[in-house]
């Protein structure tokens, strides 16, 4: 099992800028990739970053450019830095973690982004 514990939501207005974090417990395996999910209301849940313990990353193309994620293995943790927020990015922000050991998937609670004037 592995515990997914988020921090770094809230309201911001339009342009700011928000950092999210997310720390790994438990049976964590060596390979793995972690990164985020975010869902607004009415829409699907979407993926937004990811980052393989490798450190290969993937980006929708909505953030590009504006989100960075990043980890630090030692830790367990993922960041994801969100610079010039819209309001299209108010969500739930979700952070996963697959195991590529024995293939499941983790999901945090889920941690809200509020982007409004």
């Known amino acids: 099992q592995v515990q997914l514990v988020e921090s770094g939501g809230g309201l911001v207005q339009p342009g700011g800028s928000l950092r999210l974090s997310c720390a790994a417990s438990?049976?964590?395996?060596?390979?793995?990739?972690m990164g985020w999910y975010r869902q607004a209301p009415g829409k699907q849940r979407e993926l937004v970053a990811a980052i393989t313990s490798g450190g290969s990353t993937n980006y929708a193309d909505s953030v590009k450019g504006r989100f960075t994620i990043s980890r630090d293995n030692a830790k367990n943790t993922v960041y994801l830095q969100m610079n010039s927020l819209k309001p299209e990015d108010t969500a739930v922000y979700y952070c996963?973690?697959?195991?590529?050991?024995?293939?499941?998937?983790?999901w945090g609670k889920g941690t809200l982004v509020t982007v409004s004037s």
């Open positions: 438990g049976s964590i395996f060596s390979i793995n990739a």
């Open positions: 996963f973690y697959s195991d590529y050991g024995d293939g499941m998937d983790y």
